[in-house]
């Protein structure tokens, strides 16, 4: 059974003449790490929020570990961590953390002990006491990680998970996600930087304007960006 089975998904936001994903299809194999990838407007934020049951109506199915989205007990077994940091700067890390447990009703000392961990892993452990509003972006976004984590999802979702930070939050997060990923956790990972597609998966689902241009094995392609070129006439970062 696949972790993810996105089969001839159609969304439109209404607004807009065409589609922001069309007939999408793609499946990701239990423990393993995939990417998702394309320019901007390819649709790859579209289809985490379908995922993540942002959208009440879509052509097409999802379905988690066999169950058929939306459902909520899958949902809650799901780790999210979307494109905008998405914690509070007002608040500790900490904070944070023990207030995303309990909206996903954690019993407290779980979340305590399991924000203590989920910190060790982001790098975070010794800013856990400290406001958010004075970290650097790399660790927000390491703590926009910690969150998508804390309820330990058997499915992890990242949105462009190193978008505008420095090297070393980069190369942590990184760390982080082989870690995790060697211990068993499934990630999608959406991105436009081919090295990080390539360094970190095995798996790739190329994706143009909503549409799916490739979904397999990384080994079959050489070079993304080539590939891409050639089959769009685009480059990769082009806007
Ligand atoms: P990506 O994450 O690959 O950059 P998106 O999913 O953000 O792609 O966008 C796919 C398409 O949907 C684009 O044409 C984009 O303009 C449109 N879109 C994305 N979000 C919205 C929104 N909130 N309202 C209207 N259109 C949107």
């Not at 006491?129 to 660790?139: A, D, E, H, N, W």
């Not at 998966?201 to 143009?208: E, G, I, K, P, S």
Request: glycine share 8%; aromatic share 6%; hydrophobic share 40%.
């Amino acid at each position: 059974m696949n972790a993810l089975d996105i089969s001839a998904v159609t969304y439109s936001y209404g607004n807009k003449a065409a589609n922001a994903l069309n007939n999408f299809s793609m499946s990701v194999a239990p423990g393993s790490m995939h990417a998702l990838v394309g320019p901007n407007g390819a649709g790859k934020s579209t289809l985490m929020r379908v995922i993540t049951g942002q959208f009440r109506s879509y052509a097409g199915r999802v379905t988690i570990y066999g169950r058929t989205m939306p459902d909520r007990d899958t949902l809650l077994s799901i780790g999210y961590a979307p494109q905008p940091i998405s914690v509070y700067t007002g608040l500790t890390a900490m904070e944070n953390l023990l207030f995303f447990g309990a909206m996903a009703g954690m019993p407290k000392t779980r979340a305590a002990s399991r924000a203590q961990e989920v910190l060790e892993q982001t790098g975070l452990a010794d800013h856990a006491r400290q406001l958010v509003s004075t970290y650097s972006g790399g660790m927000q976004r390491r703590l926009n990680l910690a969150v998508a984590l804390l309820h330990s999802p058997l499915l992890l979702l990242l949105d462009e998970p190193t978008v505008g930070i420095d090297p070393q939050s980069r190369y942590h997060i990184y760390e982080t996600l082989t870690a995790l990923n060697a211990a068993g956790m499934t990630v999608l990972l959406s991105t436009h930087i081919m090295e990080e597609a390539q360094r970190l998966c095995r798996a790739v689902t190329l994706a143009d304007k909503g549409t799916v241009i490739y979904d397999g094995p990384m080994s079959e392609i050489d070079n993304l960006e080539r590939f891409f070129l050639e089959k769009t006439g685009r480059g990769l970062r082009d806007d």
